[in-house]
């Protein structure tokens, strides 16, 4: 049975960081996709960052400020989040997919940010930013 659990979420003022973790078990697919969503309160569901193999992909809202990382020894997925702003405030959600979920675009393919692509969730963890 695949778990997923988040951690490192908390309340930080603008501009400030913080690093998410999420501890993964029972899933040991270190070549398929996993990444980080969020949903703030009335918004839909976005995807933030996955990975495939040490390769990311990122939301137009949050490149050049956040960063993914697996560490397949430690069976953990990182988000680090730098230069938070009050609309990073959501609930993040990590998550893994049962393969490779790739979008492509322009001759390239990326990992997925799409929420249907992804078969097993976290409970998700809190982060606020005040302004």
């Known amino acids: 049975q695949v778990q997923l659990v988040e951690s490192g979420g908390g309340s930080v003022q603008a501009g400030g960081s913080l690093r998410l973790s999420c501890a993964v078990s029972?899933?040991?697919?270190?070549?398929?996709?996993m990444g980080w969503f969020r949903q703030a309160p009335g918004k839909e569901r976005e995807g933030v960052a996955s990975?495939?193999?040490?390769?990311?992909s990122y939301a137009d809202s949050v490149k050049g400020r956040f960063t993914i990382a697996k560490d397949n020894a430690k069976n953990t997925l990182y988000l680090e989040m730098n230069s938070l702003k009050p609309e990073d405030t959501a609930k993040y959600y990590c998550?893994?997919?049962?393969?490779?979920?790739?979008?492509?675009?322009?001759?390239?393919?990326?990992?997925?940010?799409?929420?249907?692509?992804?078969?097993?969730w976290g409970q998700g963890i809190q982060v606020t930013v005040s302004s």
């Open positions: 998550a893994a997919a049962n393969g490779r979920r790739t979008f492509c675009r322009g001759g390239y393919c990326f990992p997925s940010l799409k929420g249907a692509d992804f078969d097993h």
């Open positions: 990975i495939i193999e040490g390769s990311p």
């Open positions: 029972g899933y040991t697919y270190s070549s398929y996709c």
